[in-house]
DNA sequence: AATGAATGAGGCTTCATTCAT
DNA sequence: CATGAATGAAGCCTCATTCAT
């Protein structure tokens, strides 16, 4: 009764996906081969097709679980109690195994593929939207926030530009850097933001 | 006495270059085909071969141009009379036709390859680095950053990221969109970031 | 039930290389190309490349075929009757259809490669060696060569030079000489060779 | 007053011709490129092409200037004192850089060029013939001959033999080897086939 | 006479995709 | 459902040859 055989075809989709985005964060959207993804997954080269109508295709079903994957993200930090705490979770979710769709180098080639491919690009935008949408009622929320003179939105376009921003810088890392110490440096920043964007001390220094 | 005839051999460079930048900005590096280029450039494919050893070499030499321009890009804004408006050369340079090689699209594949191959990564990295020495520079002579409470290199990190972001943000606009338009919205986001770090406001608020 | 689906994978390499044979014996290993084998082998050019790796592992197995080629001749020259018929069917392989790894242009064009190609030089070095021991074997065994002034080595050392020149002599035969005429001229060397090396006849002439 | 301006355009042929045959002993007529002849004579490659028509007719002029270098070799070997001495000269001339149109790897090239090129095997038949009939003639003026059982035709096809075979022998020897060993070793088997063929001692022990 | 930039056909190889089993 | 052999278009690169200078 293991609970693998509920959904056959779902689990097939998903071991699919699952070969593809390591082929895909290790070499590229394109650099990767069908072949290589089938090896990954550790089936034949035809199955993909009776899955995924082509490549294209699985590129999009990528672009898909990494918007439900963001909006997992998103869930994730609207629980966090303050929103800083958000803005960690929010900041540090490609130093994460648990979040392989987030992987930088995943990330940056979705990007290079919407510059090229209006489908990936229309998803991708949505994706943005959503996640600016949860962002800004977040920081609509925050207690912090209240009395900023920026607004909420504006809050989000910054808070994003720079999370955008620390995943390029992220690429750039030797690859041997552990998670953990990549997810240090990335929240070196994040507090750098988060004191830039908040604190007081900033007035103070200018009384 | 035309001057086409100057420099022949860098002149042929030079025009592979740019026919290799057109051809990446609108399809990336490795969709682009030696062909794609060759056409581009109006010259035959065997040519490029005798200017570049392979199609790396093209990437590389790109990659190279970008350097460059990025220099270039920190002189300029070195050369603006506030550091506000350094802020915002360095924002919208890749809005801008006269740097081909700021292309937010071209960046963001140089990222992507940058992931992939140490060569280009090294390069990136070591770009980022002379940007991320300059605009700290820029920063610590500025009068409004003397008493900020975050250091000039912590500054330097969060504008960094914020362009970067912003990068990819642009990628997402429609590509109708003209240049001024996009320019536009990249000037707002830097006068948010700018109030941010800056604007005596926000002490107030907080009053 | 037709016997061609017995070891489909041994028996498309097996037309890949009777296509190769073909081809290289036609144009040379290096005029060959892979559309020509494939055209020959009627198959596709792709699936060559599911057999070898490329165009030099083609060469390769091809140069192991004429190995094994070389070891079934020494064979059935070793079951002849007497030394000299074993001579003549060393001298005659490359006449005959049966053995096409021994067509004269072929050999020729794989020593030609042996002699850049040092993967192919050692390889025929080792085919030569055993077909040398095996015929100074069959020398030294035979009763004719028992009280020769020349050891089994030597005459062996001879009979490859002299079978070696003969191919190189074959190949300037008009390509429209039938098989069966271009074997008759081959034997008529043969004997000379025998003749001189064994012919009591040359000892009363001395007298 | 140099005698090196006397027939500028023979001369121009003379050195095209002398790096041809470098680049031809060195990667094989197919595999060398113009652009390789062109380097090896410090020319350029436009002007191979006012001497000679294209590259077939390089190799054409390759094979002439072999056909007149195994006339001269010819005249070296009628000239010895004796019929082993001529020999020796005809046997070991491959291992000798004074003529290198003779080298071993050439000669096995310019026969694989033969078996595909009838213009070549044409040429190549003459030279044999001619050289043949060379051999035929020193043969029959050598009194070692005159008694012997065979005729001389058909020892000089016996020698012909031997010593082409010696050329294919002679790839097989590791690059490494020095011209005085690599002729050592061709003496060896060139008093081998004297003995066989002349040697009494032959005849005494049939007694 | 000489150069070498320029061309473009053609060679090797890869890979998305199909289909018989 | 699953396989993987098979296809062939397309990509990268080389090289014989031409031609303006």
Redesign the pocket.
């Known amino acids: 009764m293991s609970d693998n055989r509920i959904e056959?075809?779902a689990d097939?989709r998903e071991q699919i996906l699952n070969a593809a985005m390591v082929c895909f964060a290790k070499r590229g959207f394109?650099?990767?081969?069908?072949?290589?993804i089938s090896a990954e997954a550790?089936?034949?080269?035809?199955?993909?097709?009776?899955y995924f109508?082509?490549?294209?295709a699985v590129i999009s079903a990528m672009a898909d679980r990494h918007k439900s994957e963001i909006h997992n993200l998103l869930e994730r930090a609207r629980q966090a109690p303050s929103l800083l705490e958000s803005l960690e979770v929010l900041f540090t979710a490609h130093c994460c195994e648990n979040s392989p769709q987030v992987t930088s180098a995943f990330v940056v080639d979705l990007f290079a593929e919407a510059a090229r491919n209006p489908g990936v690009r229309l998803l991708v935008r949505d994706v943005r939207k959503t996640a600016m949408d949860g962002v800004t009622d977040l920081i609509a929320r925050s207690p912090e926030a209240k009395s900023h003179h920026l607004t909420p939105r504006e809050l989000a376009d910054l808070i994003f530009a720079v999370s955008d921003g620390m995943l390029m810088r992220d690429i750039l890392q030797p690859p041997e850097l552990s998670n953990t110490e990549r997810r240090t440096r990335q929240l070196e920043v994040t507090r750098q933001l988060w004191r830039v964007i908040f604190d007081t001390e900033s007035a103070v220094s200018y009384a």
Chains 1, 2, 3, 4 share one sequence.
């Open positions: 056959p075809a097939r394109h650099q990767a081969s069908m072949h290589d550790g089936i034949s080269v035809g199955l993909i097709y009776r109508e082509n490549k294209e």
